[in-house]
């Protein structure tokens, strides 16, 4: 998903770097009341049985948070990571694996409240306009980024793309529409503006389900997200969007194929195959979409 990196909080555009800095007085110590060192002695007996409960009271793999564990997984799979270059095989499943394992409440999200408050947004939006969106962030490094993105019922995000980067989408409850697209010919560099696409998704997608992936040039790229009822989605992006090194978020209209007819450089459309097909046009960030961006205050977890 990820729909933008700058978010909008009372109207003012905040980037990832600028929410870390705001969450630095949030982040855990790991040690805020250290014990003192145990007093020297000749036979430095009370050192070694110090030592002994220090390391008895390590937790183990079992005991990590599934936030901490997340982290440290992105951070492994996307640490020689850049635009274009997919995550290994092996790095893919072992992150679609903790993600499968994320719960709500792993977030400190509760499904019920959630969804009270969500749908309290859709209520107050004027008519005509479309709810907000909130934006839960996790965190943005120019490797990767975590967020959590709550819909309330008949939330958009529109149309758009994800260039360059994998993404791991997590539907943490509520069911919500699916519609997604691949490009049929590889025009980056073009001027045209009207582009052949194939469906990939378009269905209706309802927790608890298992974690979606798109890449660079399959997967279901460009994407649109509608909540059929209030939900919340974990996204993972590497690496995520930036302007200045080329992954700008575009957004787009999408018709369908029928209203095109002839050939596009060659591809010619069955007319039994067209339903599986559309035209994807760019189009500016639509007006009417708000994503208010929030601090995480789920568990903690130590970058």
């Not at 893919?92 to 792993?106: F, S, Y």
């Not at 479309?130 to 965190?139: D, E, G, N, Q, V």
């Not at 045209?192 to 298992?210: F, G, Q, W």
């Not at 599986?276 to 961006?293: F, N, S, T």
Request: charged share 25%; net charge neutral.
């Amino acid at each position: 998903m990820g729909a933008e990196s700058r978010i909008i909080i009372d109207n003012k555009a905040i980037g990832g770097e600028e929410f870390d800095q705001l969450a630095k007085g949030k982040k855990p110590i790991a040690n805020p009341a250290p014990n003192p060192p145990p007093a020297r002695n000749a036979n430095n007996s009370k050192g070694k049985k110090s030592r002994r409960r220090q390391q008895q009271k390590q937790p183990s793999a079992a005991a990590v948070r599934p936030v901490q564990r997340l982290f440290d997984t992105c951070k492994e799979v996307f640490k020689s990571g850049s635009a274009g270059i997919v995550p290994s095989p092996d790095n893919v499943e072992k992150l679609r694996a903790v993600l499968d394992d994320i719960k709500p409440a792993d977030l400190g999200l509760n499904p019920d409240i959630a969804c009270l408050t969500l749908a309290n947004l859709d209520g107050a939006a004027p008519n005509g306009k479309k709810p907000a969106i909130r934006y839960l962030h996790l965190h943005e490094c120019n490797k990767f980024s975590i967020g959590v993105f709550c819909l309330p019922p008949s939330g958009v995000i529109p149309l758009h793309n994800h260039p360059g980067m994998t993404v791991f989408s997590k539907l943490l409850f509520g069911t919500m529409h699916i519609k997604s697209y691949d490009w049929v010919l590889d025009e980056e560099g073009k001027s045209t503006k009207v582009r052949l696409a194939k469906v990939k998704t378009n269905s209706d997608l309802t927790a608890p389900c298992n974690t979606s992936i798109l890449y660079p040039e399959d997967g279901g790229n460009m994407h649109c997200f509608t909540a059929v009822t209030a939900c919340a989605v974990l996204d993972v992006l590497g690496p995520p969007y930036n302007d200045d090194e080329g992954r700008h978020c575009q957004y787009y209209f999408d018709f369908p194929s029928s209203q095109f007819s002839g050939t596009f450089d060659g591809v010619v459309v069955p007319n039994e195959e067209k339903e599986g097909y559309g035209w994807l046009q760019e189009r500016d960030r639509p007006v009417d979409l708000v994503v208010r961006g929030e601090l995480y205050r789920g568990p903690p977890f130590f970058k």
